[in-house]
C-alpha cells in the first residue's frame, strides 16, 4: 500500500478533542473551585491557554497541509502569548484578568471567525470555525459588560448564610461557561459524520493534480 493511501495518524477530528478535553477541564476546575477569584481564574486559563497552544502549534505541521499552517500557527501563538501572561503571579489581578481574557476573547476570535468566513469555499471545516470564533468573541464582548469593581452584598434565605457577589467571580463564572460550552461544541463537531465534506487534507491533494 502506498504512504498516499495509508489513513492518516493524526486528523482533524483528534485536534477537536483535544481541545475540548482542554476545555473540559478548565470548565471543571472552576464548576468545581470555591474560589473564583483572579488569581484562580488567570492560573486556570493561563494552563488552559498554554496547552491549547501546544496542540494548535502541533497540528499545524502533523495535521494540517503546508498552505494552511498559518491558520493554527497565528491561533497558537495569541493563545501561546495570553497563556504566558496569565502565568505570572504578580501580575494576577482583576484588572490584569479581565483585560487579558477580553483581549485574547476578542483577537483569537476574530481570528478563527474571519478565517471561516473567507474560507467557507475552500475550508472543509470552516462552519466549525466560524462557530468557535463566534462563541469566543462572544465572551469578550460578555466580559465589557462586567465592572470590575462590581460588587453587590446577598443573602440565601433558606439558610440565612450571606456572601458578596464580585465582578471577579461573574467574570470567572463567564469563562467557565465558556469552556464548557467550547468543550461540548468541539467534541460533538469531533464526532460528527462528515459525508458530502471534504478534509482540508483532501482539497489540497486535488488542487496539486
Known amino acids: ?47 488552559f491557554a498554554m496547552a491549547t497552544a501546544l496542540v494548535l502549534l502541533l497540528s499545524a505541521w502533523i495535521v494540517s497541509p503546508k498552505g494552511e499552517r498559518w491558520f493554527p500557527v497565528v491561533l497558537g501563538a495569541i493563545a501561546l502569548v495570553a497563556g504566558l501572561v496569565g502565568s505570572v503571579a504578580g501580575w494576577r489581578t482583576t484588572e490584569v484578568y479581565f483585560g487579558l481574557v477580553i483581549v485574547w476573547a476578542a483577537v ?58 464580585t465582578g471577579i467571580t461573574i467574570g470567572v463564572g463567564l469563562f467557565g461557561g465558556y469552556a464548557a460550552i467550547i468543550a461540548v461544541f468541539l467534541g460533538i463537531a469531533a464526532f460528527s459524520p462528515r459525508s458530502g465534506h471534504r478534509t482540508t487534507a483532501e482539497v489540497a491533494a486535488e488542487d496539486a493534480r
Open 108 to 165: 483569537s476570535g476574530l481570528w478563527e471567525l474571519i478565517v471561516g468566513i473567507v474560507g467557507r469555499r475552500t475550508r472543509a471545516l470552516w462552519r466549525d470555525e466560524v462557530l468557535t470564533g463566534a462563541i469566543t468573541v462572544a465572551l469578550a464582548v460578555a466580559l465589557l459588560f462586567v465592572s470590575p469593581s462590581y460588587a453587590a452584598e446577598y443573602t440565601i434565605k433558606e439558610t440565612g448564610d450571606t456572601g458578596v457577589l
Open 1 to 47: 500500500m502506498s504512504d498516499a493511501a495509508s489513513p492518516r495518524t493524526f486528523e482533524v477530528r483528534h485536534v477537536q478533542i483535544a481541545r475540548a478535553l482542554l476545555a473540559a477541564i478548565a470548565a471543571i476546575m472552576i464548576t468545581f473551585s470555591g474560589d473564583h477569584s483572579a488569581a484562580v481564574g488567570l492560573s486556570v486559563f493561563s494552563g
